[in-house]
């Protein structure tokens, strides 16, 4: 079957991928759709570091081939929404409602891919840009067969994320002001998370002036094409401010753009060395600066509620799918996401 690899020097699609039956407790499941994130990027780049040879992918849609024994709430025939979280279900923080905190679903790649005699690592528990893939029974969210496998393939990682970090981890509330910085993909949805949550002003910020017709149409109330005017739309600062691009220099200036009480919410992914600095006084007014891994995300819960709501007309994915190329043109997607041209390129099988 086909698939995208990295083998450390390079990225390629192959059509020699093998993928091992489904055992107990997990999902066998043929994609349809894929998105291209900058987390998989990032791995060919080294931002983030992972074992090779590697699958990549982690924002994917199919339908259920097979389950292993044990499963019952996904069976053949089932769309589903993939999610990247393999936890254990059994643990503290999963019995706490947690899961994106479970110890097991943490730097653990299994091998379920072979090439000729080679195994290959799962990305993210998940490897997307392969014709099949086995997951967790935890992964696999059935969704309603009405809604288009590209969209839906978008809520596993970049809707969960963006949309998470703001309603479970940051809690914006009505009336909040909210700035977001970089309005690539995570940023498009943190946007739609703050207009869902009630936010009042919700300042984009994005170096590329092209981006300002799609950002109000996500939610944004006013735009930017650098933080300097920030304080001008918001004298006092802001209460939650989202750094979606992964620089230290942003992540400094969201600091800096908050209001007593404010937080900064960290979103983009910086190397894994990077260190960044901000003024320890300021502070002292209550002010806060939050990691986010996966938006803080309940995906058994969290799917199905952003599911209903896309139905219902108030949450976008159709609008998040800017690219579909099939999976043999990963090379454009590729470009196209790396220079910033699409929200999301979805791939397709």
């Given at each position: 079957?086909?698939?995208?690899?990295?083998?450390?020097?390079?990225?390629?699609?192959?059509?020699?991928?093998?993928?091992?039956?489904?055992?107990?407790g997990e999902v066998l499941v043929a994609i349809a759709a894929a998105g291209l994130c900058h987390s998989d990027l990032s791995v060919v780049d080294?931002?983030?570091?992972?074992?090779?040879?590697?699958?990549?992918?982690?924002?994917?849609?199919?339908?259920?081939?097979?389950?292993?024994?044990?499963?019952?709430?996904?069976?053949?025939?089932?769309?589903?929404?993939?999610?990247?979280?393999?936890?254990?279900?059994?643990?503290?923080?999963?019995?706490?409602?947690?899961?994106?905190?479970?110890?097991?679903?943490?730097?653990?790649?299994?091998?379920?891919?072979?090439?000729?005699?080679?195994?290959?690592?799962?990305?993210?528990?998940?490897?997307?840009?392969?014709?099949?893939?086995?997951?967790?029974?935890?992964?696999?969210?059935?969704?309603?067969?009405?809604?288009?496998?590209?969209?839906?393939?978008?809520?596993?990682?970049?809707?969960?994320?963006?949309?998470?970090?703001?309603?479970?981890?940051?809690?914006?509330?009505?009336?909040?002001?909210?700035?977001?910085?970089?309005?690539?993909?995570?940023?498009?949805?943190?946007?739609?998370?703050?207009?869902?949550?009630?936010?009042?002003?919700?300042?984009?910020?994005?170096?590329?002036?092209?981006?300002?017709?799609?950002?109000?149409?996500?939610?944004?109330?006013?735009?930017?094409?650098?933080?300097?005017?920030?304080?001008?739309?918001?004298?006092?600062?802001?209460?939650?401010?989202?750094?979606?691009?992964?620089?230290?220099?942003?992540?400094?200036?969201?600091?800096?753009?908050?209001?007593?009480?404010?937080?900064?919410?960290?979103?983009?992914?910086?190397?894994?060395?990077?260190?960044?600095?901000?003024?320890?006084?300021?502070?002292?007014?209550?002010?806060?600066?939050?990691?986010?891994?996966?938006?803080?995300?309940?995906?058994?819960?969290?799917?199905?509620?952003?599911?209903?709501?896309?139905?219902?007309?108030?949450?976008?994915?159709?609008?998040?799918?800017?690219?579909?190329?099939?999976?043999?043109?990963?090379?454009?997607?590729?470009?196209?996401?790396?220079?910033?041209?699409?929200?999301?390129?979805?791939?397709?099988?």
């Amino acid at each position: 079957m086909r698939g995208v690899v990295f083998d450390g020097t390079q990225v390629r699609v192959v059509d020699d991928l093998v993928v091992r039956d489904p055992g107990p407790g997990e999902v066998l499941v043929a994609i349809a759709a894929a998105g291209l994130c900058h987390s998989d990027l990032s791995v060919v780049d080294g931002t983030i570091p992972f074992p090779v040879p590697v699958v990549l992918g982690h924002e994917g849609a199919g339908v259920v081939e097979a389950v292993g024994a044990g499963v019952g709430h996904v069976a053949p025939g089932d769309h589903v929404a993939l999610s990247t979280l393999a936890n254990c279900g059994t643990c503290a923080e999963c019995d706490r409602g947690r899961p994106t905190m479970c110890r097991q679903a943490i730097g653990r790649p299994g091998k379920p891919f072979t090439r000729g005699s080679t195994l290959l690592h799962q990305f993210a528990a998940n490897s997307a840009f392969a014709e099949r893939t086995v997951v967790k029974a935890v992964q696999a969210v059935r969704i309603p067969k009405d809604i288009p496998l590209e969209s839906a393939a978008l809520i596993g990682c970049g809707v969960l994320t963006g949309v998470g970090a703001v309603l479970n981890r940051a809690r914006v509330d009505r009336g909040d002001s909210v700035v977001v910085i970089g309005t690539g993909g995570i940023g498009l949805n943190v946007l739609q998370g703050a207009r869902l949550a009630g936010a009042l002003r919700i300042v984009a910020v994005d170096a590329n002036p092209a981006k300002e017709k799609v950002a109000r149409q996500f939610g944004a109330t006013d735009f930017l094409t650098s933080t300097d005017g920030v304080k001008d739309i918001l004298p006092t600062g802001a209460d939650h401010a989202f750094e979606c691009v992964g620089r230290v220099e942003l992540i400094r200036q969201a600091i800096d753009l908050l209001d007593r009480h404010g937080q900064a919410i960290l979103l983009g992914v910086p190397p894994a060395t990077a260190e960044a600095s901000f003024l320890v006084s300021s502070l002292y007014l209550d002010k806060s600066v939050l990691g986010c891994r996966y938006g803080s995300s309940r995906p058994q819960r969290d799917i199905a509620l952003y599911a209903d709501l896309y139905r219902r007309g108030r949450l976008l994915l159709d609008e998040l799918v800017t690219a579909v190329h099939p999976v043999e043109d990963f090379a454009r997607a590729r470009a196209d996401a790396e220079a910033g041209r699409v929200a999301r390129a979805v791939l397709t099988f």
